[in-house]
């Protein structure tokens, strides 16, 4: 089992889309441990996207996800890391495959919906960034065995 972070970024609220991603989700058979709405701070901003502070494009992120609120989660599932990133598609929703969250909903490379974590370095990091570890609260859904094979991890 792998856990990752998603946020649902201003753009994804504000466009009342959160409902449809979860959905999504949710239809695939990950399972939510952890969940809030909440807002980023520019000190947040910095951390989340530590790698990124220094580039040319960096305070315009940082302006758009700190512009509303955001959920942040936390979902679980065999692989899901990857699971999630091949969801969400490309960076730039222009380029983003259909039938990916960011091909069906987003025309832009800053305004793309949904952040995933991108390897198991990244989510343990960002689980911690937005969640204490009492705020994680595991279960095993009653339909799991109707989602995979018992052998199946
Ligand atoms: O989110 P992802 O890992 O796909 O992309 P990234 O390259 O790690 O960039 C992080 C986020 O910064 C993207 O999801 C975009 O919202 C934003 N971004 C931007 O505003 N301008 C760019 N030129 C590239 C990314
Ligand atoms: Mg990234």
């Given at each position: 089992m792998q856990r990752t972070l998603i946020l649902l970024k201003p753009d994804c609220v504000q466009r009342r889309l959160m409902g449809q991603i979860i959905t999504r989700f949710e239809d695939k058979g990950l399972n939510f441990v952890a969940m809030k709405l909440m807002q980023i701070t520019p000190e947040l901003a910095k951390q989340h996207y530590a790698e990124h502070?220094?580039?040319?494009w960096y305070p315009t992120l940082e302006g758009f996800v700190t512009a509303g609120p955001i959920v942040a989660a936390v979902l679980e599932g065999l692989e899901a890391i990857r699971v999630v990133r091949e969801m969400l598609g490309a960076t730039n929703g222009l380029q983003a495959a259909a039938g990916t969250i960011r091909g069906d909903f987003s025309s832009s490379r800053q305004m793309n919906l949904v952040h995933g974590s991108d390897g198991e370095e990244a989510a343990a990091r960002e689980i911690a960034l937005y969640f204490k570890p009492e705020e994680i609260v595991a279960s095993t859904p009653t339909i799991a065995t109707w989602l995979r094979a018992a052998d199946e991890a």
């Open positions: 502070v220094a580039k040319p």
